[in-house]
């Protein structure tokens, strides 16, 4: 049920992302919720964008079945909770604490 839900997100989130470099959704009920943010940096055009997007969301599928995580790429990165997360207010030392998995993957040459 929680990957259904993961991948349904990810579908209604490809042309936000590739038009405004950034979405987020909320999909699902109870323990299988997910809130999801996606966003790409500035500089990328849409298309960039929509095939960064499309490498950090395949990646932080194989991190299941983790309910929650970070991936960061070069040039975007995604973020996945099973609760809200969208107004919560952090510093440095709080990524260390609170993340079920991160992943950083560094690519030059989108």
Same mark, same amino acid.
């Given at each position: ?12 989130? %490809? =042309?936000?992302?590739? !038009?405004? @470099?950034?979405? *987020? ?24 964008? %929509? =095939?960064?997007?499309? !490498?950090? @969301?395949?990646? *932080? ?25 969208? =107004? ?23």
């Amino acid at each position: 049920m929680y990957v259904d839900t993961y991948w349904k997100i990810m579908a209604s989130m %490809e =042309e936000d992302i590739k !038009r405004n @470099k950034f979405s *987020f959704e909320e999909v699902g009920e109870g323990p299988n919720r997910l809130h999801v943010f996606a966003q790409c940096m500035a500089d990328l055009s849409g298309d960039e964008c %929509e =095939e960064c997007f499309n !490498r950090v @969301k395949t990646l *932080f599928a194989s991190c299941f079945p983790s309910i929650g995580g970070r991936v960061y790429a070069d040039g975007c990165f995604i973020r996945v909770e099973n609760y809200s997360f969208y =107004e919560e207010t952090v510093g440095p030392d709080a990524l260390k604490e609170n993340v079920s998995f991160e992943i950083r993957l560094i690519t030059r040459g989108i």
